[in-house]
């Protein structure tokens, strides 16, 4: 594959310039899609840079720069999330990106938390009474 020509080492100060002032770009938290737009890159060319496979000179100074941007947007996301400035749900989504995850706990526990094993089912059919009585 031919080297993109575009990357030079300005890209990751404009990585942190964007971590840092995302809200001056107009964005709400930072991204990866939004750190495209303000460098006019494609999104598979920024994950291109970052692929040792394709870029070992500078996947690895690039890939920490990509990183931050999603470090700090997990972060962004906690905070207002916690604070109720975003909406929940979205908020809720966006942190399953970053490993969050809603669990629900089906233990039975008994009067001291024990976890109760259950041992048999029962079902009794009845007959339902007549309604015209």
């Excluded at 990585?15 to 750190?35: I, L, R, T």
């Excluded at 008994?110 to 059919?125: C, F, L």
Aim: proline letters at 5%; charged letters at 25%.
């Amino acid at each position: 594959m031919p080297r993109d020509t575009s990357y030079t080492t300005d890209v990751i100060d404009q990585a942190k310039d964007y971590v840092e002032n995302f809200k001056d770009y107009g964005h709400a938290m930072p991204s990866v899609v939004g750190f495209c737009k303000v460098i006019g890159r494609s999104r598979s060319t920024l994950y291109n840079w970052a692929d040792p496979t394709m870029y070992p000179d500078i996947a690895e100074e690039f890939g920490d720069s990509l990183e931050m941007i999603k470090e700090v947007q997990e972060l962004v996301l906690f905070n207002h999330g916690l604070k109720g400035d975003y909406n929940s749900t979205i908020v809720k989504l966006a942190l399953a990106k970053h490993g969050y995850h809603d669990k629900q706990d089906n233990t039975l526990s008994g009067p001291n938390g024990d976890p109760v094993e259950i041992t048999a089912i029962e079902r009794t059919i009845v007959k339902a009474p007549d309604s015209d009585g």
